[in-house]
């Protein structure tokens, strides 16, 4: 006769578990088999579980939370981000020179040189990069430096491979988005582009090959299990970035669960978005195919802009700007059509919403679908979600709309907020403590590479809600540590539809899981960003132990 083991395949004992479920009885011990969670109390109920051939583990008093989920997150680009220059905390034109100058130094003669991460707002000189600036470092490796959102600067030698310089035109409207170059006083490109118009330098850097792609989520994935993340969903991706997500799940390198959103509308020029209802109806499956580590989750839609470059739709215009309300990317009488589409293919929609007016649009598209074709399992929401009005909060409340809040940005863009539309407007930007009361699911995201992936610096701007300068923006908006933790938890799982399997300690459920060096329910605000894990397992096994 043959016979399988029921006895655990591991038991965890001696610890302090978040389970994050309704209860969240705060437990001393798990047991796992198969990969999920098979008993959840105290010691002495889930020791005697364990079989001759169960491992026991001891985890000496050690917090334990589920795995941290972030439902808004570029793990690719990220990836590929961690091997370029990294600029998130320069403060001056002199530090970013000197960050190039250095990759200079070990770059072959010729070879590009990209970077992320600079905000004019935070540099001492408080005005953008030049092409100047990085020729004066960087005189023959083209250098294209991209801001935190939606513009980049560049030098000469990159101008020279695009083929750009005093003569040329300025960028064709396109769908009212074309985006722009700026000039100097001679008519001289400056280096910096705006929008869509960055195309015209990105097109020439080579892109990376499809190795390049797989070692990029591979790098990922071992940089965010080391802080704690055991699922995203990574938003706007095109057929070859897929491509290199199924072929990383095949070879082991994919071991952070993934959904994958598709790149829809607002991405790139008219031309390139020919044809996308067909792609998305010929693909013939809804979201949610595939299986625990890889799934197509949805369609990401750019409706507009960024608050720091102005570009987010605004029905009250912008500082000094009174002719400035942004950018519609998507043209709004289009929006609830293509919502609908996607709706009705039984695909979950993402949108980039900054302003008022673009979050209106959409929750109201979002409401009008789920009313006429009910399909409450598509969980429809909105990121960013910077000024909810009432009848937004209200919509989202109703059809049960989430909001991931990029928590990072009010710490490492905040200031850019405040030059944009004041002091008083940017304290309100996402009101977390307002979507809590008003009963609308809250989940929180990085958005990385936009800012850093590691949650613990997302929860620590929800707590705080302080820039990097120092300014209070909002206090009456803070989330306690443990709604924060939750919106990393279960309110993430629930925002992309997988609250049945992550987001909890629960039976049941998959076993993912985070060992900290301490508690973040129980520590100072200001220690919440220095929570270190020490382990992250995902399915049972462990994928990253520094103990």
């Known amino acids: 006769m043959s016979t399988v083991s029921l006895a655990p395949d591991l038991v965890l004992l001696n610890a302090r578990v978040r389970t994050m479920d309704s209860a969240d009885a705060g437990t001393g011990a798990v047991a796992i088999k198969d990969g999920r969670f098979v008993a959840v109390g105290a010691d002495d109920e889930v020791r005697p579980l364990a079989g001759a051939g169960t491992r026991v583990e001891d985890l000496v008093g050690a917090t334990v939370i589920p795995g941290l989920i972030d439902p808004h997150n570029h793990l690719l680009a990220t990836g590929l981000a961690l091997g370029q220059v990294r600029l998130y905390d320069c403060r001056s034109i002199g530090e970013v020179r000197a960050r190039v100058a250095e990759r200079v130094g070990r770059t072959p003669h010729g070879g590009w040189i990209v970077g992320r991460g600079w905000d004019e707002s935070l540099l001492a000189e408080q005005r953008h990069p030049t092409r100047r600036d990085l020729d004066a470092v960087s005189p023959d490796h083209p250098v294209v430096l991209h801001r935190v959102w939606n513009k980049l600067v560049c ?115 008219a031309a390139d978005e020919a044809g996308l209802e067909e792609r998305f109806a010929a693909i013939g499956v809804g979201g949610g195919f595939g299986d625990d580590v890889l799934r197509l989750g949805g369609v990401k839609l750019m409706p507009d802009g960024g608050m720091g470059d102005r570009t987010a739709r605004m029905s009250d215009p912008y500082l000094d700007q009174p002719e400035n309300h942004g950018t519609w990317v998507v043209p709004p009488e289009r929006l609830p059509g293509l919502i609908r589409l996607v709706h009705d293919l039984g695909w979950a929609v993402d949108a980039h919403t900054c302003g008022d007016e673009a979050q209106a649009v959409v929750v109201l598209a979002y409401a009008a679908a789920q009313t006429a074709n009910p399909k409450p399992w598509l969980r429809h929401r909105v990121h960013h979600a910077y000024f909810p009005t009432a009848e937004t909060l209200r919509l989202m409340a109703a059809h049960r709309i989430p909001a991931l809040v990029s928590s990072p940005f009010l710490a490492a863009l905040g200031e850019s907020f405040v030059a944009a539309v004041g002091p008083e407007r940017a304290a309100r930007a996402m009101p977390m403590r307002t979507y809590l009361e008003a009963d609308v699911p809250l989940a929180g995201s990085s958005d990385s590479p936009i800012t850093d992936h590691n949650p613990f610096v997302g929860i620590h701007a929800a707590v705080a809600r302080t820039t990097v300068a120092g300014r209070e923006l909002g206090p009456g908006e803070r989330l306690t540590p443990a709604e924060a933790l939750r919106s990393y938890t279960l309110g993430a799982a629930w925002a992309i539809g997988r609250e049945a399997s992550l987001g909890s300690i629960e039976v049941g459920k998959l076993a993912d899981l985070v060992v900290l060096d301490r508690d973040p329910v129980a520590v100072d605000v200001d220690d919440l960003r220095e929570i270190v894990p020490v382990a992250t397992m995902v399915g049972g096994e462990w994928v990253y132990d520094g103990r």
């Open 155 to 269: 030098n000469s030698a990159a101008l020279r491979l695009a083929g750009i310089g005093r003569e040329s035109p300025d960028p064709p409207a396109d769908a009212a988005y074309a985006g722009s170059f700026d000039r100097d006083a001679d008519g001289e490109p400056t280096g910096l582009f705006r929008d869509r118009a960055k195309a015209l330098i990105v097109d020439h850097v080579p892109p990376p090959t499809e190795e390049e792609l797989v070692a990029a989520i591979g790098r990922a994935c071992r940089a965010y299990h080391a802080a704690g993340i055991t699922a995203v969903a990574d938003p706007g991706l095109y057929p070859g970035q897929v491509r290199a997500y199924d072929r990383a799940r095949r070879e082991g390198a994919l071991t952070v669960r993934t959904d994958l959103l598709l790149a829809g509308w607002g991405f790139g020029a």
